[in-house]
């Protein structure tokens, strides 16, 4: 039977049906038995090796660690079925975070490379077109918004992650088909790249001027945590709407957050045997071999909140950040965050937690495209990938993909002075209308205290909710 030194025996796993083998690498062809694997039996090794690896960089084990790593590297493929692609994710990310700790050779690794922001643009874009996700946030924000301007004249949206013009263009026809008349309507845009931002104001005054609706752009270049409210520009008079789609986690991590590896406890044998048991399935693809099993082993909950600590509530940036948009008393703010714990203090929780989420992704794109996809390729790496690697391999203020659960937000926002506006009927209707028009049966939406919850068959990726100035 395989063990890993320094691992917990898993004895009772199906581990036991692969052959003995040294640790050691050799020079030649070092682990030959692991091409006669099955992908059933493939798909378990690697989670049971993508879990040791993890227990082995969290325990400082790099030798053991480098191991794993060679291993996993002969049996992943970014171009291959759905758990060797997330495994090279996952193991890049684990590889980079052992790198890190060597911040003199790390800085020298990357020294040369070129940003390529242009492309991850283009990209996004693929993922806007190619999965229905961010359009069900834009078309249920749009409702939100439209029905709280009812009667309004002047209507001011703020946009905090303006890269996409595709939903106010929506936006500007739906409020020029008001009865009453079209308001007249000023748009803030929030990007850190003015060129970003000047592609949007083209194209949204183009498609104003084209249905004659009164119409402004005010540009604001800023990273989000650098916000001036002041430049938002809010007057008095307006009706004010804002919109924040995936950008308020990325406030949790405060400024003061210490630039070192969090305490990282090695992965509890429950945990471990479960993932590995669960990937024995004989299932095609990986969110079934990931499947809950609350029977036999540990789970990341689908419908509730982690079961981690609710610590993090209070965070100095978003409680500031949002005591300030408190403080513009909006009408309504449509909020769009990833449904799942992926910022507990444990690496171990975390990758256990984003195994599921982003085995739901990978699935969502392997319904979508084939695997030899070059579009395909370049959202699982410059998108998946990278959340992945930020959750994995960063801590500190450099960890930034702080995803939580609805319940989480939903406190968080309550305690900022906001109440909850209850999404429509109509607007589900419209979500899902749309998620049928991808003729895909993979895809949910379900209802959850007034907010709509975007599932991959049973398991939570994106929620959006509305909310609004309460005194």
């Not at 874009?125 to 002047?154: C, D, H, T, Y």
């Not at 540009?219 to 409210?229: A, G, I, Q, R």
């Not at 507990?344 to 990978?362: C, D, I, Q, V």
């Amino acid at each position: 039977m395989f063990q890993e030194d320094g691992s917990s025996s898993v004895t009772s796993s199906p581990l036991q049906m692969f052959p003995m083998m040294s640790l050691s690498p050799g020079t030649m062809s070092p682990y030959p038995w692991l091409k006669e694997l099955k992908p059933e039996e493939r798909g378990l090794y690697l989670i049971h090796l993508l879990v040791n690896c993890a227990n082995h960089v969290a325990s400082g084990s790099l030798e053991n660690a480098n191991i794993a790593l060679d291993q996993i590297s002969h049996l992943a493929s970014p171009q291959g079925d759905t758990m060797q692609r997330i495994a090279s994710y996952f193991s890049e990310a684990l590889a980079d975070r052992v790198l890190r700790a060597w911040p003199g050779v790390y800085k020298a690794f990357h020294s040369t490379r070129i940003p390529v922001v242009a492309e991850e643009i283009l990209v996004k874009k693929m993922f806007f077109e190619f999965l229905p996700f961010m359009k069900v946030a834009f078309v249920i924000s749009n409702q939100a918004i439209v029905e709280s301007m009812e009667g309004e004249k002047m209507v001011h949206v703020i946009d905090l992650n303006a890269t996409e013009p595709a939903q106010w263009c929506a936006l500007i026809r739906d409020l020029s088909a008001r009865p009453e008349g079209p308001p007249h309507l000023r748009i803030t845009g929030v990007h850190q790249r003015k060129e970003v931002l000047d592609q949007m104001a083209h194209i949204l005054t183009e498609e104003a001027e084209n249905l004659d609706l009164p119409f402004q752009f005010n540009p604001v270049v800023s990273k989000l945590e650098n916000l001036d409210v002041e430049k938002l520009r809010v007057k008095t008079g307006e009706a004010l709407a804002i919109s924040s789609i995936m950008q308020l986690h990325t406030l949790l991590a405060s400024e003061n957050d210490p630039r070192k590896k969090s305490p990282s406890t090695p992965m509890n044998n429950g945990i471990g045997v479960h993932l590995q048991r669960v990937a024995h399935m004989n299932q095609s693809t990986l969110r079934e071999l990931l499947e809950k099993d609350t029977v036999n082993g540990y789970s990341p909950t689908t419908d509730s909140a982690s079961s981690s600590p609710m610590s993090s509530i209070h965070s100095p940036n978003i409680d500031g950040f949002l005591s300030a948009l408190w403080g513009l008393s909006p009408k309504v703010m449509v909020v769009t965050e990833q449904d799942s714990d992926h910022n507990a203090k444990n690496l171990m929780e975390r990758l256990s937690e984003s195994l599921y989420f982003y085995a739901a992704l990978f699935d969502c794109l392997e319904s979508a495209l084939p695997r030899a996809s070059l579009e395909r390729l370049k959202m699982e790496k410059m998108i998946l990938g990278k959340e992945i690697k930020n959750i994995i391999a960063c801590e500190g203020a450099e960890r930034r993909e702080r995803h939580e659960k609805l319940e989480k937000w939903s406190q968080r926002l309550e305690m900022a002075g906001f109440g909850n506006v209850p999404l429509s009927y109509y607007a589900m209707l419209q979500a899902k209308r749309l998620l049928q028009s991808y003729n895909c049966d993979g895809y949910r939406i379900k209802e959850e205290n007034g907010c709509v919850v975007i599932c991959w068959q049973d398991r939570p990726l994106y929620a959006v909710s509305a909310w609004r100035f309460r005194r």
